[in-house]
């Protein structure tokens, strides 16, 4: 009788990946910062609008964390924007931080 290899089947992630990448996140804060200022909107006001404390709402813009989808939603709505538009002002972002520049325009 044959006997058959176990496999092994590791959990979690793999020792030393993580679960953000840090140019996107610095690029989704930026987009918000941008979105946020164009319409005169304090951190506050939008973290509460959106329920995501102000001290959480700081971490976002400074790229220190990203928001699950429900939150990305959240912020959107809080801006009063589409998540189109969102997403317009991160790829915007996104691409800038690629190439090794920053600007503060919005998306257009």
């Known amino acids: 009788m044959a ?10 992630r793999p020792v030393g990946s993580k679960s953000t990448d840090p140019t996107i996140a610095k690029a989704f804060g930026q987009a918000v910062v941008v979105l ?3 319409k005169g909107l ?3 006001a939008v973290g509460l609008a959106a329920a995501i404390g102000r001290s959480n709402m700081s971490s976002i813009e400074n790229g ?3 928001p699950n ?5 959240k912020i959107a709505a809080a801006l009063g924007c589409s ?4 997403s317009r002002e991160f790829e915007r972002a996104y691409k800038e931080l690629l190439q090794g520049t920053e ?6």
Do not use: W
Request: aromatic share 0%; no cysteine.
């Open 69 to 73: 989808l429900v939150g990305v939603v």
């Open 42 to 44: 304090s951190q506050e």
């Open 3 to 12: 006997t058959a290899s176990k496999k092994v089947i590791l959990r979690g």
């Open 103 to 108: 600007g503060d325009g919005p998306a257009r």
């Open 83 to 86: 998540l189109p538009v969102l």
């Open 64 to 66: 220190r964390t990203v």
């Open 36 to 38: 946020r200022t164009s």
